[in-house]
């Protein structure tokens, strides 16, 4: 195989041998990664910059004032974000000239200076920008045109029928498709003839027959062709035509002269992209504030259009050298029109001819576009943080390659998405797999944080570990209407994609709630290695299929078990050692292998070869391997040399004879097979549930993150309530202690009540829908505690058992009686607890409305108050005076306590259904930030006999006032149901102290 580029930090390339020195440090003892700073309150409590969620900043090219960029970087820092990525995105207007874009297009002086203000403020303020390759997507550059060599090529088929004797005399056959507007060139690559087969047709594909194909460019004389068919069947005269796709990046034009996409298969595509940045960009200070920043260079998902096949010339000369064939005799089994494959050989002969071809197409777009601008990156002292998805290639091997690889919540289907990336990015040993998330269809000024943390809670999961959110707009451009700028809305005159975030919207008044929430899960999720129960072996590494791997995506990841993809090039990386049972041990640390056929090629069970010794010699050293599927009759992905499918075989036949082997034939026998060789997950349930988790191992700790979440948004029925026992595995043996992490109010607690057999600790696990729980099991009297040398509860007949503040180890319970809790020593303790109060339902409250309407200016916004008493909740959809609202509401009641209420009795308070964002006071002293999924808040210490009086601050989206004050936009967009709805409840609940 080619090597397809170095890994940043590895000492082989994707798809070479490991050389010995690599083989000899990756055989070294492990040693668990430290965490990078101590485990005191503030390493959780206070996350630093650099893990905090960012945005995709969108500019309207270089219409920017410094001044205003400076200001929307304050915006963000104030509001706990960590940076921003700055994009050329303007879809939503439709009048272009309005950017002007020999004046100010990207690129130009006035985007360099904007460019210059955001790195001089983020510096100022700790803040890290990232910068887009080129203006929107895909990568391109001015100055490149369709003809040059730097620019995307398509390979463009004609075609002409031909009966069996008859003679074709005349021009070669013109493509099928004119060429693109700007195309002026196009070269004739090849001539052939080819007899149809109707027993090789598909329902879409004419089928061919292979032997037949016949090269016919030599006979071709000034542009034309006389050739005679023979007598035997009907054939057909191909030809095969070089040139330009002519594709702009979306959304254009950004630039002048127009930018063209760049070839991404070649050297002077990616050359035409540093070229111009070397040129006319990085200017001293540019490169001086880009190295200060330690930011990245971001490319957006590889969404090359074309009519024909994607194409680089030396493709054929890369097929070659890949596979010891000519790639011409192939051509008619891979063309392609708008998409779609056109003609087929006899089945499996396509299938191999297909799965060569883009594999060759991987190792050009991994060498020469993604390694090399990531090289270029580190160059300047940045990063390449990338979508490697979107062709038919090898993303997990991209992911590898990448500095941060990047998914996204709209384009993927399912979690399994995310875990493709996430195995490049473990087995390469890089920290980081970014989301663009947020961005929904027809959701502008509609979009909740509620959504996007439900959207996000499944993708932490999978193993990402960086948000990067779709995104804050620019303020404004000329013409735009209240609340100013959006990238993306109106997006063909309705409302577009994501949401402008920012002090345009309400909720930015609690955004530093989210952003703390999301910073420390970054922060948790950052920290040591990913550790994963099962490799998933895939012959064809594409990601945003939502295809996943059979058991574990619908069987296994309910009972615990966590899997990732690997595909052939990681198994050249030094990581892919076994020792001690386990593979790449120190960092995924894959219990076992799972092997199964090829989902992309009908599900057909094949193996390259060399990848075939490769699993055999990890069988070998020790690693538990499953095979499901037909292996003992397995063949090649790709076309086989001379006896290469028998000596596949062989091989196969010697690691389904080994001990730590297993084959199945029903998939429902996985889980069998992995329990017959001694493995389990990390994490275990008895039984199946929609809790998901990741696993984080540091030197000091083990950090789980679970989730009742879903495997992907649109999943039914929708996610229920979970409530049942977890147990957790331990890395560090019986030194270390449960910690309970609220990634909302930064606070860290040590578990009350939980089971330990020494190997792993046991918990009950009670989430609501989207709803997520870090545990960290870590050296007593980590995070500040002072807990850590006492016993806890292993049983309680009370409600709960629970470590307080100063109190101890306490149960806790909604009702009087007496409740037994057996320690941890051994020692049983008997608890009273006296009278509880009755739940408390508030009768009233007063609501203050601030109305945000359209000010004088596209970006001011003005206030209308309204004063409301309420005999009951209800959305302000249903309010009269509030149906159109958008704004902020602050809701107060007045709870009376009795006289009974003791030091030792408390209260939770229940906000039921509460949308968007809220913060709660009780008796003028503002609580903890509110968990947006389940709102819920432990007010005890707060509370006093007699009266109390509670507030709920509560923002919504503008998305009803829109609806009347942009009709023509947003008019036919559903009134939503905002604000507080509840029921709200005071539950309170008496405790005592066992130890």
């Known amino acids: ?286 490169k001086q504030l880009l190295k200060a920043a330690g930011g990245a260079f971001f490319e957006d998902s590889i969404e090359l259009e074309t009519k024909g096949l994607q194409w680089t010339p030396d493709l054929p000369k890369a097929f070659e050298e890949h596979t010891g064939r000519a790639l011409a005799p192939y051509l008619p089994a891979i063309v392609l029109d708008n998409s779609n494959q056109v003609f087929a050989f006899e089945a499996e002969l396509t299938r191999q001819i297909r799965h060569d071809f883009w594999e060759t197409v991987s190792i050009l777009f991994n060498r020469h576009h993604i390694a ?112 100013g700028f959006a990238a993306f809305s109106p997006y063909n005159g309705a409302p577009g994609y994501g949401e402008s975030w920012g002090p345009r919207q309400p909720t930015w008044r609690h955004a530093e709630d989210v952003s703390g929430y999301l910073g420390r899960v970054h922060r948790v999720l950052q920290s040591g290695t990913a550790r994963a129960d099962v490799a998933v072996f895939r012959q064809t590494g594409y990601s945003a299929t939502g295809i996943g791997a059979s058991w574990f995506t619908s069987t296994g990841v309910p009972l615990g078990w966590s899997h990732q993809f690997l595909s052939s090039p990681l198994l050249d990386l030094p990581s892919a050692t076994v020792r001690g049972g386990r593979l790449a041990p120190d960092g995924p640390a894959y219990k076992a292998l799972f092997l199964e056929s090829d989902f992309f090629y009908g599900s057909t069970p094949t193996l390259a070869l060399a990848d075939a010794r490769k699993l055999l010699q990890f069988a070998k050293a020790g690693l538990a391997t499953v095979v499901y599927g037909a292996f003992d009759a397995a063949l090649t992905p790709g076309v086989p040399a001379a006896g290469e499918t028998a000596e596949l075989q062989g091989v196969l036949d010697e690691l389904l004879a080994l001990p730590n082997v297993r084959r199945v034939s029903d998939k429902t026998l996985v889980g069998d097979a992995l329990a017959a060789l001694g493995v389990i997950p990390d994490v275990v349930h008895g039984t199946s549930s929609t809790l998901l988790n990741a696993h984080r191992v540091t030197a000091d700790a083990d950090f789980y993150y679970l989730c009742n979440g879903k495997h992907a948004e649109n999943v039914k029925p929708p996610v229920a309530r979970i409530d049942h026992e977890v147990t957790l595995r331990r890395t560090h043996g019986g030194t270390t202690v449960p910690y309970v992490l609220d990634a909302w109010s930064g606070k860290a607690v040590r578990l009350g009540q939980y089971g330990d057999d020494g190997d792993s600790v046991t918990l009950r696990v009670a989430l609501e829908p989207g709803e997520t729980l870090i545990v960290a099991l870590a050296k007593p009297g980590s995070f500040g505690d002072r807990h850590g040398d006492r016993p806890h509860a292993v049983t309680t007949d009370a409600d709960q058992a ?29 608890s009273e607890i006296a009278a509880v109060p009755d739940p408390v339902t508030p009768a009233a409250w007063t609501l203050e409305v601030e109305d945000w309407q359209p000010g004088d200016r596209a970006t001011s916004t003005r206030t209308v108050a309204h004063t409301l008493s309420l005999d009951a909740l209800l959305p302000w959809s249903q309010i009269t005076e509030l149906s159109d609202v958008g704004g902020i509401g602050r809701y107060r009641t007045t709870v009376t306590l009795p006289d009974t209420w003791q030091g030792d009795t408390g209260a939770m308070l229940e906000l039921g259904q509460v949308s968007d964002t809220c913060r709660v006071s009780v008796n003028g002293t503002p609580m903890d930030p509110v968990d947006r999924v389940h709102p819920v808040l432990d007010v005890g210490p707060w509370l006093r006999r007699g009266t109390n009086t509670i507030e709920v601050e509560v923002a919504v989206p503008l998305i009803n006032r829109l609806r009347v004050a942009d009709p023509a936009v947003f008019g036919t967009t559903t009134r939503q149901a905002y604000g507080l709805v509840g029921p709200v409840r005071l539950v309170p609940y008496g405790q005592a102290t066992v130890a």
């Open 1 to 286: 195989m080619l090597a397809a580029g170095l890994v940043a930090g590895a000492t082989v390339a994707l798809g070479s041998a490991p050389s010995p020195a690599a083989a000899a440090a990756t055989a070294a003892p492990a040693t668990p990664p430290a965490t990078d700073a101590a485990l005191d309150a503030d390493w959780f409590a206070r996350p630093a910059r650099a893990v905090r969620p960012k945005f995709r900043w969108w500019w309207p090219d270089g219409l920017v004032d410094p001044d205003e960029v400076a200001r929307e970087i304050d915006q963000m820092a104030d509001a706990g974000f960590g940076g921003a990525e700055i994009a050329a995105v303007h879809h939503s207007i439709s009048d272009t000239s309005v950017l002007d874009t020999a004046r100010h297009g990207w690129g130009s002086k006035p985007w360099r200076e904007g460019v210059e203000a955001a790195l001089r403020r983020a510096a100022r303020r700790g803040l890290t920008i990232d910068l887009t390759i080129g203006p929107s997507w895909p990568a391109a550059v001015p100055g490149v045109t369709p003809q040059d060599d730097a620019a995307a090529k398509e390979l463009a088929y004609g075609k002409a029928s031909l009966a069996g004797g008859a003679t074709y005399d005349g021009p070669v056959p013109a493509p099928v498709h004119a060429a693109p507007s700007g195309v002026t060139e196009q070269r004739l690559v090849a001539v052939q003839a080819a007899r149809v087969n109707t027993a090789n047709s598909t329902r879409k594909e004419t089928g061919l027959d292979a032997d037949s194909v016949t090269d016919l460019t030599d006979r071709v004389s000034g542009g034309s062709l006389t050739w005679t068919a023979p007598a035997d069947g009907d054939w057909v005269v191909l030809s095969y035509w070089q040139r330009g796709s002519a594709q702009q990046p979306e959304g254009g034009p950004h630039s002048s002269p127009a930018a063209y996409v760049v070839d991404h298969f070649s050297a002077a595509g990616t050359a035409a992209i540093t070229r111009y940045w070397e040129d006319n960009l990085l200017t001293r200070e540019v």
């Open 802 to 830: 629970l470590f307080t503040g100063d109190g101890g180890l306490v149960v806790r319970a909604a009702a009087a009686g007496t409740f037994t809790t057996r320690l941890s020593q051994g020692r049983t303790v008997v």
């Open 372 to 483: 090399a601008l990531r090289d270029w990156a580190h160059g300047l002292g940045m990063q390449l943080r990338s979508q490697p998805y979107g062709l038919q290639t090898d993303s997990i091997a991209s992911a590898a390659l990448l500095d941060i690889p990047e998914g996204e919540s709209l384009g993927f289907k399912n979690l399994d998405d995310y875990r493709c990336l996430a195995g490049g990015r473990d087995m390469a040993g890089h920290p980081v797999l970014s989301c663009e998330a947020g961005a929904y269809a027809g959701t502008a000024y509609s979009t909740t944080w509620d959504r996007i943390l439900r959207t996000m809670g499944g993708a932490y999961a999978a193993g990402v570990n960086q948000t990067v959110l779709h995104g804050f707009s620019y303020a404004t451009v000329p013409g735009v209407s209240w609340p």
